[in-house]
């Protein structure tokens, strides 16, 4: 009898799964994003455009390649060192070295980065040396997002994250503090060869190997 009801157990939830299945595939697939965060962190996405999904609620083997965003919402400094060094030692690190070699859209959100909130505490250089790690992942193409702006990163990754206008000659108009090799090939990959960006703009040494390669003008404004 026990047995029995195992296998029928097994057998609702295979028919469920194969159910489920069926409908997502005549529906409409929505982009994903992959909120990284803690089980007692109550940060969540309220945005019926985009499926969410929270890496604490996932109990399969979780498809990096799915997903077209990664959230961050706890970030400990171990985890900003081992990142910045290529280096996966824990779950947060291994999703977001994969997400980076994969070129997935990360977002870290400035709330959760625990050495920020000993900006006033910690000795001046050693505070320095964790904000270049930092900027290192900036480098990589990764985001540090306040909360509350959070969702401008769903939204066309041409005109709304990487605030991107195309003007009347021509050029690409890049408002961006710092230009990646991501950025640059979603701009090549449209035809335009021409890029105007802000006179303090930053660009990263993987940037400019591209726009030499690809013979791409770059005029500040």
Do not use: C, W
């Not at 306040?146 to 005109?159: P, Q, S, V």
């Not at 930053?202 to 013979?215: G, Q």
Request: aromatic fraction near 10%; proline fraction near 0%; hydrophobic fraction near 35%.
């Amino acid at each position: 009898m026990d047995l029995n009801t195992i296998n029928i157990d097994k057998l609702v939830e295979y028919l469920t799964k194969e159910v489920m299945k069926k409908i997502n595939s005549n529906t409409v697939q929505k982009d994903k994003i992959l909120v990284i965060n803690k089980e007692e962190n109550d940060f969540r996405i309220k945005d019926d455009n985009f499926r969410i999904d929270y890496l604490y609620e996932i109990d399969e083997d979780l498809e990096i390649d799915s997903y077209k965003y990664i959230i961050v919402s706890d970030f400990t400094k171990d985890q900003l060192i081992d990142i910045s060094m290529g280096k996966s030692t824990d779950n947060v690190s291994s999703i977001v070295t994969e997400g980076i070699l994969k070129g997935k859209s990360i977002s870290i959100l400035t709330d959760g980065v625990e050495y920020h909130k000993y900006k006033n505490t910690s000795n001046k250089n050693f505070y320095n040396m964790l904000k270049s790690y930092e900027e290192k992942l900036i480098s990589f193409g990764i985001s540090f997002v306040d909360k509350e702006n959070i969702t401008e990163i769903f939204y066309d990754k041409k005109e709304e994250e990487s605030k991107i206008s195309l003007d009347k000659q021509d050029f690409y108009t890049i408002n961006n503090k710092i230009i990646t090799e991501a950025i640059l090939e979603d701009i090549y990959r449209k035809g335009y060869k021409n890029i105007l960006i802000n006179k303090n703009t930053i660009v990263t040494p993987l940037a400019k190997d591209y726009i030499r390669i690809n013979n791409i003008t770059i005029s500040k404004k």
